[in-house]
């Protein structure tokens, strides 16, 4: 063995082994390499070298004293033994001897048969037990199969892709549920919960009452209390307008390298949440779109679909401007 693996070879590789088995026990998940995360890693790589090192030193130290106690004929012997190729080493002849069961040329005359065709003869060998071995297997292979496939109607390739697709499809949705920073506009639902809408005027506050006042009675940017948009009312034309900025050149920019999405959705609840209050001093509406707060909840029709419609809704309804509230 030591001929395969000179010192130079040993140490690094044993100290790679336990580096990987450590990076895979420690690692976790994390993208940074285990003895960066947990510098005490780094004392055990230290350690485990040293010992590696040292049980070298060790072992080279008692190789010579055994080999100066050696009488000249034990050396010979043990040089011989060193020099000699791998397959004349005798768990290595075993082991083939296993696999073939082959017969030496001196057991040739039992195996050989009584045929003789001009002078060619032919020995009676037992086939090789790998070859036997393997050949059971696949026959045993064969039956599992056959009944896995055949007979109980296991899934083939095609029924097992359609249902991995499947599976991965839900766990998408299910991701996008539990991720509300991959929101889009028409995901956005509006919400009067008080902590929501608190976390809403707390951003309008600081990023948008400077235009549009703290009570979103407007002054550079429009009044956000009346019925009339510029740019369409709703959870969606709102959460729109917030992210995608308005008309070029008016002042509304696009806010989301600003927010998040869930924040978006916050801020458009509560621009939403300020319709049909009654501010300081209102700004005159502005606008040809006409929504109020109350198409939310109006009618039979669901949240999601009052949503959905909305903007339809509004282009009907500015032909006839009819001002709620
Ligand atoms: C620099 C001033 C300014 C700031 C700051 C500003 N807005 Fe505006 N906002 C405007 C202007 C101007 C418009 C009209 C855009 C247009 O005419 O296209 C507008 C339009 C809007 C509209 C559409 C109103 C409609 O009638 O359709 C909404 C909603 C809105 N802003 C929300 C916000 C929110 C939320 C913030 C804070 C994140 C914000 N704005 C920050 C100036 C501003």
């Not at 709703?234 to 927010?259: A, D, H």
Request: some cysteine.
């Amino acid at each position: 063995m030591k001929k395969f693996f000179p010192v130079y070879v040993r140490v690094p590789l044993l100290f790679a082994i336990f580096f990987l088995a450590i990076e895979w026990l420690v690692g976790g998940d994390s993208d940074k390499p285990a003895f960066v995360e947990h510098p005490v890693v780094l004392i055990l790589l230290g350690l485990f070298l040293f010992a590696l090192i040292a049980v070298e030193i060790v072992a080279s130290a008692t190789n010579k004293i055994l080999d100066r106690l050696m009488t000249p004929e034990e050396r010979a012997l043990k040089q011989k033994e060193a020099s000699r190729p791998l397959r004349d080493a005798p768990w290595v002849k075993r082991l083939m001897q296993k696999l073939t069961n082959t017969k030496t040329i001196e057991q040739e005359g039992d195996i050989m048969m009584d045929h003789d065709y001009d002078g060619i003869k032919e020995l009676d060998n037992d086939l090789p037990p790998w070859w036997v071995g393997l050949f059971y297997v696949t026959a045993i292979f064969a039956v599992i199969y056959m009944l896995r496939y055949h007979v109980f109607d296991a899934d083939n390739q095609v029924a097992e892709f359609e249902k991995e697709m499947i599976a991965a499809k839900e766990q998408v949705e299910e991701y996008k549920k539990n991720a509300p920073d991959m929101l889009t506009a028409d995901q956005a639902v509006f919400s009067d919960d008080p902590t929501v809408l608190a976390a809403g005027k707390a951003l309008f506050d600081t990023n948008c009452a400077v235009c549009h006042k703290n009570d979103g009675g407007g002054a550079i940017g429009p009044n956000l209390t009346d019925d009339h948009w510029i740019l369409g009312g709703g959870m969606k034309n709102v959460f729109n307008t917030i992210s995608e900025g308005g008309r070029p050149g008016k002042g509304m920019v696009p806010w989301k390298s600003n927010f998040k999405p869930s924040e978006i959705e916050k801020l458009a609840s509560y621009v939403i949440s300020l319709n049909g209050t009654v501010p300081a001093e209102a700004k005159a509406p502005e606008g040809d779109i006409v929504w109020s707060k109350a198409e939310l909840t109006g009618g039979d029709a669901s949240e999601e679909g009052a949503k959905e419609e909305a903007s339809e809704e509004v282009a009907v309804d500015a032909e006839t401007p009819e001002v709620k509230n």
